[in-house]
Every structure is written in C-alpha cells, then in structure tokens.
Nanobody, 122 residues
Framework: QVQLVESGGGRVQAGDSLKRSCTHA????????MGWFRQSPGKEREFLAT????????IYADSVKGQFTASRDYAKKTGYLQMNNLKPGDTAVYYC???????????????WGQGTQVTVSS
C-alpha cells in the first residue's frame, strides 16, 4: 500500500512563497511519477505539475508555469513543490499523488496524499 504524507501548507500573504513536500511511506510499488494538484470549492481538481521519479522530467500546467517548480529527492522518496509569488487565486487544497505513468490526467493517479489547505491573503 502506497502512503503519501504531505506537509508545507498554511496561510501566507500575496507575494510569499511556500514549499510543499510529499513523502512516500510504505511500499512505493511501480510509481513512475509524482503529481501535484489543487482543488478550490466548487471546482474540479486541477493538475499543476508532475515529475518523473527516474528521469526528473517535468510537465507543468500553463497556469503555474514559471511560478511553481517540482523537484524530487529520489533517495528520500520525497517530492517537492516550490510555489512562488502566491496570489489569492492560488488559495485551494493542494494534493500530491502517485502514478505508474507520467501524466496530467487526474484519474491516472492511484494514490493520494491527505491534502493541505493553502490560503493566500491579499
């Protein structure tokens, strides 16, 4: 069973930065990539970024390209999402997820972290 443990949420001011982390606990299985998503009330879960565990290759949503950066520490089984210049519109619950593929599609992620609220005040 794959377990993903997230940290790094909270309340910040517009323009601030946050770095989120997500650690695999337990068996990692054949997970190829770690994805990052967010969901605001009344909206669908939105893809943000994904990173390949083995190659470090990344894909970003256009909405966060240049603002968010995904990275990973393979030895620590931990992925990171650096979020810069945060805006009130970035307020959401943020999730990490694991997939056997390298994808932007929410349904292709089998395991999910618990989610963490990020609130950006103006």
């Amino acid at each position: 069973q794959v377990q993903l443990v997230e940290s790094g949420g909270g309340r910040v001011q517009a323009g601030d930065s946050l770095k989120r982390s997500c650690t695999h606990a337990g068996r990692t299985g054949r997970d190829e990539a770690m994805g990052w998503f967010r969901q605001s009330p009344g909206k669908e879960r939105e893809f943000l970024a994904t990173i390949s565990w083995t190659t470090g290759a990344t894909i970003y949503a256009d909405s966060v390209k240049g603002q968010f950066t995904a990275s990973r520490d393979y030895a620590k089984k931990t992925g990171y999402l650096q979020m810069n210049n945060l805006k009130p519109g970035d307020t959401a619950v943020y999730y990490c997820a694991a997939s056997v593929g390298f994808s932007k599609v929410v349904s292709e992620y089998d395991y999910w972290g618990q989610g963490t609220q990020v609130t950006v005040s103006s």
